[in-house]
């Protein structure tokens, strides 16, 4: 949802994410049955980013998609913003490590976005994949990334979340979140324990300046029936060798120190 204050280009905006979030090309009424705007405003909004390459109109399916120029911008961002080209070959060298699967996420807007993930040996399906959004409350690696938040910051964040219960053992209470956030903190790192999906665990350590600002995390994510959470725990090490060394790259180039954690949070 747009902020007071953010006008036309935060409704634009809002129905780019719209459309991006049916993973599909999407016709007009569907669009209009979900969208907060009345019709002729939503199409006055669709044709303009349309218009602009924002959005790929089909008029074969009379569908629309998101377009050509979006996709060129979030290449740029990917390059720019993300930790993903920096930390590439720091993950390749983990995966290979532990031949589990590895994610890198940052947070977006109080979520989780997974920038980057390397399979296992053994790939298992499950919800994370490189540019999708998860919960940051029932995450290994948002839990990791909230941990070490600055305080009024994690205020912000913590009433941003949901806390759906998505399995039996989803954290479902502020209370309950801030206790796991105080061990994360103390440990250094935090597990995912069948939060998010039945079955899918992880360890995660987040990935900090030296000044302890929070740019990101990394985890080792595997399954019940393969190991536990002991069996995780003992790749620790490794991951924080990882997300130093992740740490180290980006200041050297895109991410310079300050103490300013509220950057991405809204």
């Known amino acids: ?27 007009f009424s569907e669009l209009l049955d979900q969208s907060v705007f009345p019709k002729a405003t939503l199409y006055r909004f669709v044709q303009t980013l349309t218009n602009q390459g924002m959005l790929a109109y089909d008029p074969d399916r009379a569908t629309y998609a998101p377009g050509v120029r979006l996709v060129r911008l979030a290449h740029a961002a990917w390059a720019q913003s ?10 390749d060298r983990l995966s290979r490590e532990v031949g589990e699967t590895v994610h890198l996420a940052q947070l977006d807007h109080a979520q989780v976005l997974y920038v980057d993930k390397r399979n296992a040996a053994q790939p298992v399906e499950m919800f994370s994949q490189a540019g999708k959004i998860g919960p940051a409350y029932c995450t290994g690696v ?15 964040v913590i009433t941003q979340q949901s806390f759906h219960c998505f399995t039996p053992k989803t954290l479902t209470t502020e209370a309950a979140l801030r206790t796991e956030l105080a061990d994360i903190r103390a440990n250094g790192y935090g597990f995912d324990r069948e939060e998010h999906e039945p079955g899918i665990i992880c360890v995660a350590v987040p990935i900090l300046t030296e ?19 002991a069996g995780l725990e003992k790749l620790v090490p490794l991951l924080r060798d990882a997300a130093t060394l992740i740490a180290r790259d980006a200041q050297n180039w895109r991410f310079p120190d300050t103490a300013d954690q509220s950057t991405g949070v809204k």
């Open 1 to 27: 949802m747009a902020a007071a204050g953010d006008g036309t280009v935060g409704k634009a905006l809002e129905v780019l994410d719209q459309v991006a979030a049916f993973g599909r090309p999407v016709r």
């Open 82 to 91: 993300s930790l993903a080209p920096i930390a590439r070959p720091h993950i």
């Open 142 to 156: 948002g839990k990791a990334m909230l941990a070490f938040l600055d305080a009024a910051v994690l205020d912000k």
């Open 211 to 229: 000044r302890g600002r929070v740019i990101g995390a990394i985890s080792v994510t595997s399954v019940t029936r393969r190991t536990n959470l």
